[in-house]
Every structure is written in structure tokens, then in C-alpha cells.
């Protein structure tokens, strides 16, 4: 009896070891329905994919929703920009200067999760490489419109030192954030000029 169950369990492995072997493996495990990286290049989609992320959340269009707890229900009824009807959370919340720590941090997430790490994605695949200066000029752009909201919504920020390799980020006082963006502005305006004889 065992004899048999041991001949049993080799005989099943065999055949498991004979066919998990396969010399096609990457054409039968690729998504048909997705992209290859070649493809991706095409068009520069491998790089302006992050741009579009950026974009997206300089005033956050997904979900629908995020942009009321991004921008009106921290910043607009704390400074009375707006109003209204619905007490929520039993009326303390930040219309009665009662702050609700998620509706106060979704712009900080949504600007360190979505922005500033696809452009530090796009610095990584074109400015490093030098490639593409004039995508990287936009992201600076992009990375500029929504973090000038940031700073002026918590004050010191970290921006310039965002991609260091350290562990503890450093933070910019206003003054210097201000400094570096007008620096980011200046170096794009340059690249995007140069760029603009080919047009």
C-alpha cells in the first residue's frame, strides 16, 4: 500500500516538474490587454504618464468627492469662503474651528503621495538621464501650481529637499520654498524657450 502511494506521488510530481517547465514563459504569462514597455515609449507615455498624476491632483479630480475635503472643507470654510447647511460630526468640525485631522490632511497626502513623487519619477527618467529636458521642464510646472497651495496651507514644507536619500526630511521655511519654485519657474521658462525653436 505505502509502495504504491509512493509510486503515486512521484509519478504526479514528474508530470508537475514536466510541465511547469516551458520555454515560451514570458509570451503566455504577458497581459494582452496591457502595455510592454516598448510600447509605453512610444509617444513618451513611459514618462508623461506621471505628468497626467500631477495634474490630476493639483486639485484632486479622483475620486469626485476629494476635491471637496481637499479644497472646501479644509481651506474654503476655514476661511469662510464657504459654507454650509450639514452639521457635520454633530457641528465640530472645522466650520466651528473644530479641525478634523482627515479633512486636514488630504491636501498634504494628496500633494507628497500624487505630485511630488511623479516628479521626482519624471526628474529620475529625464533630467538624470538627460533626457527629455522639456518634460521635466512641465513637471516643474506642474510640481510648482499645486505645492505653492501647500506651503500656503501648512507653512514650511519640505520641497528642496525632498529627494534626498535621507531618512528625515528636511523642512524649507516659506521664504525658501518661494525662492526654489521662482528657481524651478526660471529654469523651466529657459528649457521651454530653447524648445520653442523646433516648433
Known amino acids: ?4 502511494y509512493i509510486q503515486k506521488s512521484i509519478l504526479c510530481l514528474g508530470l508537475l516538474v ?7 514563459f514570458d509570451e503566455i504569462n504577458s497581459d494582452p490587454q496591457g ?4 510600447q509605453l515609449a512610444q509617444d513618451f507615455n513611459n514618462i508623461t504618464g506621471y505628468s497626467k498624476v500631477m495634474f490630476n491632483f493639483i ?9 471637496q ?11 469662510g469662503y464657504m459654507a454650509t447647511p450639514n452639521p457635520f460630526g454633530s457641528n465640530n468640525n472645522n466650520m466651528t474651528y473644530n479641525l478634523v485631522n482627515g479633512w486636514n490632511g488630504r491636501a498634504w497626502d494628496d500633494a507628497y503621495t500624487n505630485v511630488m513623487a511623479n516628479a521626482l ?15 521635466y521642464a512641465m513637471s516643474q ?3 510648482v501650481e499645486a505645492m505653492h497651495r501647500i506651503t500656503d496651507i501648512y507653512g514650511p514644507i519640505v520641497y528642496s529637499k525632498y529627494s534626498s536619500e535621507s531618512s528625515v526630511k528636511e523642512y524649507d521655511s516659506q521664504e525658501q520654498v518661494y525662492t526654489q519654485m521662482f528657481a524651478d519657474l526660471d529654469e523651466a521658462i529657459v528649457t521651454l524657450s530653447k524648445a520653442s525653436r523646433f516648433w
Open 59 to 67: 486639485f484632486e479630480q479622483d475620486p469626485l468627492w476629494g476635491y
Open 1 to 4: 500500500m505505502k509502495r504504491k
Open 18 to 24: 514536466a510541465m511547469s517547465c516551458t520555454d515560451n
Open 121 to 135: 519619477k519624471i526628474e529620475h527618467e529625464t533630467k538624470t538621464k538627460g533626457l527629455y529636458p522639456e518634460i
Open 35 to 38: 502595455s510592454t514597455a516598448e
Open 69 to 79: 475635503i481637499q479644497q472646501n472643507l479644509q481651506g474654503d470654510v476655514w476661511s
Open 141 to 143: 510646472i506642474l510640481k
